[in-house]
């Protein structure tokens, strides 16, 4: 193992140890490492977001993130999602708006998402333009991506609406 030595990446909940070389990016530690391939890899220069994932809770660009540099962070990639045949509300919404053609920035865009919605629930659509800037797709025009965002927070907030709102618990 020459020029390598083994890293702790925390991702979706599970341990891996993976033998890294110094400049590995976290994109190849997750993808060749981790056999996480969800994660995808458009430029490899930090300019396109398909390579993002959620890091102690913000979203970053894995290939301009070492291996080395995640160690001791909590890791999310898009595995970490869907609930077996049962799609995140993001990913339903993405599907069902049209923002997602080819696919190939799908899980960067999705990634983006879901830390925005964790953070602010109910985003204009300026401040989703905004948050998603980082994010490219040579398919879908932005409309349907935005509309998409704008659907999950919806079905984001419904779903949170019984635990913040007591009154509407079920009675026993
Ligand atoms: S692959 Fe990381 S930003 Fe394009
Ligand atoms: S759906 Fe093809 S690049 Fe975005």
């Known amino acids: 193992m ?10 979706n909940g599970a341990t891996y140890e993976v033998a890294v070389r110094p400049h590995d990016t976290l994109a190849q530690a997750l993808r060749e490492g981790c056999g996480l391939t969800g ?3 458009g430029c490899d ?3 396109c977001g398909c390579c993002t ?3 102690d809770g913000r979203p970053v660009l894995s290939c301009l993130t070492l291996a080395l540099e995640a160690e001791g962070k909590d890791l999310r990639t898009i595995e970490s999602l869907a609930r077996g045949a049962e799609l995140h509300p993001v990913q339903e919404a993405f599907a069902t708006c049209g923002g997602s053609q080819c696919g190939y920035c799908t899980p960067g865009f999705v990634m ?8 602010e629930p109910s985003p204009s659509r300026e401040r989703i333009k905004d948050a998603i800037s980082g994010n490219l797709c040579r398919c879908t025009g932005y409309v349907k991506i935005i509309d998409a965002v704008e659907r999950a927070a919806g079905r984001l907030r419904a779903a949170r609406a019984p635990a913040d709102h007591p009154s509407l618990q079920p009675q026993g």
Do not use: D, Q
């Open 39 to 41: 994660t995808k890899v």
């Open 112 to 119: 983006t998402t879901v830390s925005l919605l964790e953070h």
């Open 45 to 47: 220069l930090g300019t």
């Open 2 to 11: 020459p020029n390598k030595s083994l890293v702790t990446l925390r991702v």
């Open 53 to 55: 994932v959620i890091a």
